[in-house]
């Protein structure tokens, strides 16, 4: 068996055996097949898509390419978002999920390029500490039900070497691909509930619905395969998730929802997703968890448990800063919003500081940029559209309209959760 070989029975359209994907993943995790190589290799998947069967190999290749987590804890439910503009959803369903007796250690990770990481916005917290030992993982996850850290172990090893020439490779956004990089992971960190949230849209990674379709059926196929409960949320990223972008920003909503004051679509999502995981983990009708989860949110305890984790962590919730300099933009006509270009406002707040366009970049935590407008709501000419915080990076105020689109007839609020696959 040699590399060419197997690029040449690709390009036939031949189906790959087992062995022949792990002699690919194998050697190119010890060197022996080269970048340029595996290159060929991930652009020809990209073209040419991989069978179900094909995928599911893949996965389980790469899931065996590390460590496995195993905790002595159950029920342990997990969550994923494929990322997203404003998407802050994990800093809330976590407590949520965890305050109702179900365990959370999760592994979450930083912000590359528009869209956020759960870890870069937890840092915004002053003194909270995202590296842990196994051990300390465990025994936080025992005494109070939640954990959350950066990075643990040598887990799935031969993602973050693919994930990197993927990126650079212009194979992002293929959908075997991705259901493999996101499945062994989830497989590889122990949870036994499985909830996964596909975002749809120009802000995401997947933007036909279509195609989110393909990949949530098959990831949640995965899942269900390797005896975990599994569901996949298809959520619209057209827009950003909730009004605030930007990582000090985004907590202090998350606060504000655990408080029960959350905006209209984040509250939705997250009651969904925590719900989910709670049917699944307790074996228990939708509705019943639904009910179990919005009596949380609401009479406080969801952020009692956040508050217990972010102290357990050494975070000082009185810490969190937003910059002091502010612009207000307003609304240059009458009418009704028809679009917030999620990928615009994510590459602008980026620009201000609160993302980075290289790993070595260094975020600004205080700035970002909070909507005061979603699509589908009425504004008058002169009304304020949304409030940037900035620092010592500025954006135009032209680039920044030129993410709106406003018109006179009446826009309906577009649907947060698209659908669900279970
Ligand atoms: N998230 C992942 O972890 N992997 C992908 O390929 C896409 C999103």
Known sequence: MNILEILEKKERKEILSKEELEYVINGFLDGTIKDYQMS??????????????????????????????????????DKHSTGGVGDKTTLIVAPLVASLGVNVAKMSGRGLGHTGGTIDKLESIKGFRTEMTLEEFENQVKR?????????????????KIYALRDVSGTVDSIPLIASSVMSKKLASGANTIVLDLKVGGGALVESLEEAKELGTLMVKIGNMNGKNTACLLTNMDQPL???????????????????????????????????????????PLEEATKQVEENLYNGKGYEKFKEWVEAQNGDINSIEVSQKTKEIVSEKDGYIKRIDALKIGKLARELGAGRLTKEDIINFKV???????????????????TIYYEDK????????AAYEIVEEKVEKPKVIIDMIK
């Open 144 to 160: 109070i039900n939640i954990a959350l850290v950066g990075q643990m172990g040598n887990l799935v090893p031969a993602d973050k």
């Open 368 to 386: 970002g940029i909070v909507l005061n407008k979603k699509v589908g709501d009425k504004v008058e000419k002169g009304e304020k559209l949304l």
């Open 394 to 401: 500025e954006i135009k105020e032209e680039d920044i309209l």
């Open 242 to 284: 909730g009004f605030a972008v930007g990582n000090a920003l985004e907590v202090l909503e998350s606060i504000e929802t655990l408080k029960g004051n959350g905006p209209e679509d984040l509250n939705e999502l997250v009651i969904r997703l925590s719900s989910l995981m709670i049917s699944l983990s307790k074996n228990i």
């Open 40 to 77: 060929a290799f991930l652009t020809e998947i990209d073209l040419l898509g991989l069978t179900e069967e094909e995928t599911i190999d893949l996965t389980n290749i790469m899931l065996n390419s590390g460590d496995k987590i195993k905790l002595d804890i159950e029920p342990l439910a």
